[in-house]
């Protein structure tokens, strides 16, 4: 494919791509999930870690809680958690 019909091809694409903040907030997801995060705030030294790695954005940064309606249960969360405030424990059947 030659530059120019790439440029055309990535100016007729890119409205397609792009969504407005918030496009997804109707897919909960949560349900995908075999094990889910429990945050101990005991244990919790509130350093965000937490937060700035899950990929679902479904940590809340000022109380740590997690939103299960989004969290996917990939673990990063419990993995990046120094202190130990999050394990991950199976979800009930």
């Given at each position: 494919m030659g530059l120019e019909k790439y440029e055309a091809f990535v100016r007729r694409t890119r409205n397609c791509?792009?969504?407005?903040?918030g496009w997804s907030?109707?897919?909960?997801t949560g349900?995908?999930?075999?094990?889910r995060?429990?945050?101990d705030a005991a244990?919790?030294?509130?350093c965000g870690l937490c937060w700035l790695y899950c990929p679902d954005n479904c940590i809340d940064p000022s109380t740590f809680a997690i939103d299960y309606d989004y969290c996917k249960g990939c673990g990063i969360c419990a993995a990046e958690c120094r202190p130990g405030a999050i394990t991950m424990e199976r979800e009930p059947e």
């Open positions: 791509l792009t969504y407005s903040p907030l109707e897919n909960r349900a995908w999930r075999a094990t995060p429990v945050h244990s919790c030294n509130s």
